[in-house]
T-cell receptor, first 111, second 112 residues
Framework: QKEVEQDPGPLSVPEGAIVSLNCTYS??????FMWYRQYSRKGPELLMY????GNKEDGRFTAQVDKSSKYISLFIRDSQPSDSATYLC???????????FGPGTRLSVLP | EPEVTQTPSHQVTQMGQEVILRCVPI?????FYWYRQILGQKVEFLVS????????KSEIFDDQFSVERPDGSNFTLKIRSTKLEDSAMYFC??????????FGSGTQLSVL
């Protein structure tokens, strides 16, 4: 079983749709969870950061962590064509130096 | 807004040549990283660096790779003898102590 799994997509949605992106993981020691947005041939850009379980909202973005299910989600409301990118989940354990990334989901928001 | 900067943005080299990729992490950050991403594949951890020494490295980071922080601002990745399979995007990243990892824009390395 891979340490972090993520549906690679591609995922295509119409502008204005709600997008749901998900990752599952196997290491119960992970406590820090992040979502990154990566445009083609650019560096990953930190979008959301959460510690342990719960929800966090920032504008059109909501991150959810369910540690009991080892499942994290990113919701994008009112999606825009500019949201078209690859979305990476990442996670780490306390005291650990190694951030583990999912393979990324490629999202296209069609105008 | 402070950012991680990387130079060069593109590097083309011949197989067997040495390359040095350069990074300037965010100034008050303490932990520094190199990741790589082969085209169309996932971001892979190479090495982490703290307090002037390697704190963790992956199996990718073999004897051909080395890192250095030669002064208070630069953080470099050296590949001693490049191979075709080293062609990838190399990202530098840094954190302070809050686990928020910030990436540079990357160096695209092409080995011919």
């Amino acid at each position: 079983q891979k340490e972090v799994e993520q549906d690679p997509g591609p995922l295509s949605v119409p502008e204005g749709a709600i997008v749901s992106l998900n990752c599952t993981y196997s290491n119960s020691a992970f406590q820090y969870f992040m979502w990154y947005r990566q445009y083609s041939r650019k560096g990953p850009e930190l979008l959301m950061y959460t510690y342990s379980s719960g929800n966090k909202e920032d504008g059109r973005f909501t991150a959810q962590v369910d540690k009991s299910s080892k499942y994290i989600s990113l919701f994008i409301r009112d999606s825009q064509p500019s949201d078209s990118a690859t979305y990476l989940c990442a996670m780490s354990a306390p005291g650990g130096q190694n951030f583990v990334f999912g393979p990324g989901t490629r999202l296209s928001v069609l105008p | 807004e402070p950012e991680v900067t990387q130079t060069p943005s593109h590097q083309v080299t011949q197989m067997g040549q040495e390359v040095i990729l350069r990074c300037v992490p965010i100034s008050n950050h303490l932990y520094f990283y190199w990741y790589r991403q082969i085209l169309g594949q996932k971001v892979e951890f190479l090495v982490s660096f703290y307090n002037n020494e390697i704190s963790e490295k992956s199996e990718i980071f073999d004897d051909q790779f080395s890192v250095e922080r030669p002064d208070g601002s630069n953080f470099t990745l050296k590949i001693r003898s490049t191979k075709l399979e080293d062609s990838a995007m190399y990202f530098c990243a840094s954190i302070r102590d809050d686990e928020k990892l910030f990436f540079g824009s990357g160096t695209q390395l092409s080995v011919l």
